[in-house]
């Protein structure tokens, strides 16, 4: 068994090591690209198993005071956010089962897999509730501009980039000028992504006209979008 406290620092300090995202199962690539390992195998091999044991390539960490900070706000912030479904018993089994994780004095490497994935609930839980009210505050007279099939050009503000596991890509939701636009863009392994804040040159076809999944207000997805 591991102290709770220790092991959720860990989670953030691989949150941080992967880029602020949560990767899931490790991914080797070719001999110039480093491998990504997946949240539950960095902590089953920082915390668990012996050097003789781990991937040559794994080079351990340690948590920073950051990443301690970050997991005790995190625990207090699930703990309320989560307090009503708790008391309603609505909560997903799995949300059920990290509560009782983040809040029990021990967890078991077999548990690792759980709250690995807390920094990802923390962190997104968060900003989607910033964010909403940014967008509501910032576009609340968003239109959609363009026709489907045609080509964007423009300068777009990035003010979310995300990994989605479930379609191997990013999702990257921003603005030109006052209009809300988002699109799916898989990126090359090891390169730079676009960061949050930063206004960049793209041009796109617009796939279709649609509402955006945080405030319902008008949106424009595009396709095929390069950086240019």
Do not use: W
């Amino acid at each position: 068994m591991y102290n709770t406290e220790k092991v959720l620092a860990n989670c953030f300090a691989v949150y941080r090591i992967n880029n602020e995202t949560h990767v899931s199962d490790t991914r080797r690539y070719s001999e110039d690209v480093p491998t990504l390992f997946g949240a539950k195998d960095m902590l089953l091999f920082n915390l668990h198993y012996k050097q003789d044991l781990r991937p040559k390539d794994f080079v351990p960490f340690t948590p920073t005071e950051e990443d301690k900070a970050n997991a005790k706000n995190a625990v207090a912030f699930v703990n309320r956010d989560t307090s009503l479904q708790q008391i309603a018993g609505t909560l997903t089994d799995f949300m059920k089962n990290l509560v009782t994780c983040i809040n029990s004095e021990q967890v078991s490497q077999n548990e690792f897999g759980i709250v690995a994935v807390l920094p990802k609930v923390y962190f997104e839980t968060k900003d989607k509730k910033e964010y909403k009210k940014k967008l509501k505050t910032e576009f609340n007279e968003s239109k959609h501009i363009g026709l489907p099939g045609q080509v964007v050009t423009g300068l777009f503000t990035v003010n979310e980039i995300k990994f989605v596991e479930k379609f191997g890509c990013h999702v990257v939701n921003g603005n030109i000028e006052n209009s809300l636009v988002s699109f799916f863009k898989n990126f090359e392994a090891g390169k730079q992504l676009p960061e949050k804040g930063t206004t960049i040159r793209i041009k796109g076809k617009v796939k279709r006209h649609g509402e955006n999944f945080v405030t319902k207000l008008p949106e424009t997805q595009l396709n095929y979008v390069k950086i240019v």
